[in-house]
């Protein structure tokens, strides 16, 4: 790689805060909100024009479609979350669990009034693109924007960007897969001019469970699952390969699920076109997924109208705003979450929050019927080498087979609001992160109907 010297110049300094986060997914709007509550100064950076990140701008609205009968989990925020939207009729009921399916349109909104009324500074159309590190000390990150190159001071600093790229900037020590074996991104889309009643006639014909998984995409389930319903379609895109109508890239997987179904007929979430071999810390991967994922989607569009009874006449709504991206980086953190926990319901003295047995990924899906659940350590979210910084969200410490439980938004939620009150408490308490009070940090986190333990 060839190399060109950059001038040093001034950078004006845009804000100083106490508490910044930098990336307005759900964990991102969590940390903020979470820390904004306990009184101290935040700002919320975001490079898009909205927050909610997967939910919004890619456009997952089943936040939490594992949620059944039995299910424990830790509440707060995501709760919260999910009652902002159903007060504002921006949710419906998702259609395979007892959770609420989100308007991936109208809940920007909502995270607009949710960060509003927490009293969070909020900076959209701005990118993190170097962190201010002294004597292993995070200072602050500079920006790139409209207005330039510029600065942003903080006491705490919270990655919730879901690669953790700020902590890699910073210089913490982290781990990522080679290309091959990262988990697929996902181009999602939505489907407008649906005949909604031929269509659910047919699913009901179809009969699709989660039992159906396991001929496609080699998955293993706990048994108690095979029989539950799925909104998994996957036969009419085989159909269409073997008869030729569909030509399938090899790095290109069809077929999967969708959400919503809409009376004015749309069909939402339609997670149905999966790229393999793309690092999404790689502008050129990502361009390649973005042009090649759409291209797919048309395609199986195609193949909805010619093979799904109802489909005849859909046509395309929307594109997600951005790739469905599922793993990149992880921190080495102070502890290092291993599937042994996620599956034996690990327990932790310093738990910041509980999350349900749910395993998707990694040929894994289990479904937490049975009340199982494990606890998440704060160990989990404090990087190595670097301190007075916080990461929150998918790339937290773990080993691959943990990722497919905390990569889950209901977990990145969790994660964050544990993040947001910890860095919060560390700056009224002034002690670094690496000696903030867990004890406090927990009372908080109840105190904000959190559960712990």
Not at 142 to 171: H, M, N, P, V, Y
Not at 208 to 228: C, H, L, Q, R, V
Not at 237 to 261: H, Q, R
Not at 386 to 403: E, P, Q, T, Y
Request: aromatic fraction near 8%; charge should be neutral.
């Amino acid at each position: 790689m060839k190399y060109i010297n950059e001038p040093p110049k001034k950078i004006p300094i845009l804000a100083k805060t106490d508490v910044l986060v930098v990336g307005g997914g759900p964990a991102g709007l969590a940390a903020a909100i979470a820390a904004a509550r306990e009184g101290v100064n935040t700002i919320l950076v975001e490079r898009y024009g909205c927050f909610g990140g997967v939910i919004t701008q890619v456009g997952v609205e089943a936040v939490a479609w594992y949620r059944h009968e039995g299910t424990i989990e830790a509440g707060g925020l995501l709760f919260e979350f999910e009652e902002k939207a159903r007060t504002f009729g921006a949710s419906t009921k998702e259609c395979q669990s007892d959770s609420e399916a989100l308007d991936a349109e109208m809940f920007k909104y909502v995270a607009d009034k949710m960060v509003t009324e927490a009293g969070v500074k909020p900076l959209l159309h701005c990118y993190a693109v170097d962190a201010i590190v002294e004597d292993g000390m995070i200072k602050g990150i500079i920006t790139e924007s409209k207005s330039g190159r510029q600065a942003i001071l903080a006491k705490r600093i919270i990655d919730c960007t879901g690669d953790a790229d700020i902590a890699a900037l910073a210089g913490v020590p982290f781990t990522k897969r080679k290309r091959e074996e990262l988990s697929i991104v996902t181009q999602m889309f939505h489907c407008r001019g649906v005949n909604t009643e031929r269509f659910l006639r047919y699913i009901e014909e179809l009969k699709p469970t989660y039992a159906d998984w396991k001929g496609f995409w080699k998955m293993e389930t706990s048994g108690k699952e095979d029989n539950m319903f799925s909104p998994y379609l996957v036969k009419p895109f085989m159909d269409a390969i073997n008869e030729g109508f569909l030509n399938k890239p090899d790095n290109v997987d069809f077929g999967g699920t969708y959400s919503s179904v809409t009376p004015e007929g749309e069909v939402t979430q339609l997670n149905m076109v999966h790229i393999s071999g793309i690092d999404c810390t790689n502008v050129e991967d990502l361009t390649r997924a973005e042009m090649i994922g759409r291209e797919c989607v048309i395609n199986a569009v195609n193949v909805l109208r010619k093979y799904v009874p109802g489909f005849e006449k859909a046509r395309l709504r929307n594109f997600g705003m951005t790739l469905g991206t599922r793993e990149s980086r992880f921190i080495e953190g102070h502890y290092k979450m291993t599937g042994k926990d996620v599956m034996n319901q690990g327990r932790f003295e310093d738990s910041i929050g509980i999350f349900p047995e749910f395993i998707d990924g990694n040929g894994i899906l289990w479904l937490p019927t049975t009340g199982r659940y494990f606890q998440i350590p704060y160990r989990a979210i404090l990087p190595k080498k670097i301190d007075n910084l916080l990461v929150a969200g998918r790339c937290i410490s773990g080993d691959i087979m943990a990722h497919a439980a905390f990569r889950n938004m209901g977990c990145c939620i969790v994660t964050g609001q544990g993040a947001g009150v910890a860095a919060a408490i560390s700056v009224l308490d002034d002690v670094p992160t690496s000696k903030v009070d867990i004890r406090k940090v927990q009372s908080t986190l109840e105190k904000q109907n959190v559960r712990v333990f």
